[in-house]
């Protein structure tokens, strides 16, 4: 017993760990890649300095600070940057990381890239409408699809059903 208790311990502080990395800028977004693109100053002017830094700098919230961390409503979770919808509120599952978990999204919502900083191998995840950074996929999900977007809350809105 107390080894499956370590177990499981040692598997949630490598998942906080692993959502919860520090990020570093990268080059901007604004390549006319997306659909919306905004000049950086247009982004500063939209968002708080905190939703700037996560969304545009791909930086992360604490750990169990955001608003939808335990988020119980039915409805659609959308892009804060640009109200692309993203992910629906039956696919959220508690995960115990301190981010809100989605094991599914909405098909063609999201793009995903591979992120090696760190020396870890994941795959970021981001609005396939702005290119906001939302937060990272992991294979350690439930089923149906065995996966967990682990998200941060500043990158989220919700529109209630």
């Not at 604004?30 to 000049?39: A, H, L, S, W």
């Not at 995960?95 to 992120?115: H, M």
């Not at 020396?119 to 996966?147: A, K, Y």
Request: hydrophobic share 30%; glycine share 8%; proline share 3%.
């Amino acid at each position: 017993m107390k080894n499956i208790s370590l177990f499981v311990l040692l598997n949630v502080l490598i998942s906080i760990v692993a959502c919860g990395q520090a990020e570093k800028p990268k080059e901007s977004k604004t390549d006319n890649k997306f659909e919306i693109v905004k000049t950086e100053d247009e982004w500063k002017a939209q968002l708080s300095s905190i939703e700037y830094d996560v969304l545009r700098n791909e930086g992360t919230e604490r750990a169990f600070s955001g608003k939808y961390v335990d988020w119980k409503l039915q409805g659609t979770f959308i892009c804060n940057a640009c109200k692309n919808p993203l992910f629906k509120s039956k696919t959220k599952f508690k995960s115990g990381t301190g981010w809100p978990s989605f094991y599914d999204y909405i098909k063609g919502s999201l793009t995903e890239q591979s992120d090696t900083k760190y020396g870890w191998n994941r795959l970021e995840v981001e609005c396939g409408r702005c290119g906001s950074h939302l937060g990272h996929v992991f294979d350690d999900g439930p089923n149906p699809t065995g996966l967990r977007y682990c998200i941060n809350s500043v990158s989220l809105d919700f529109i209630e059903e």
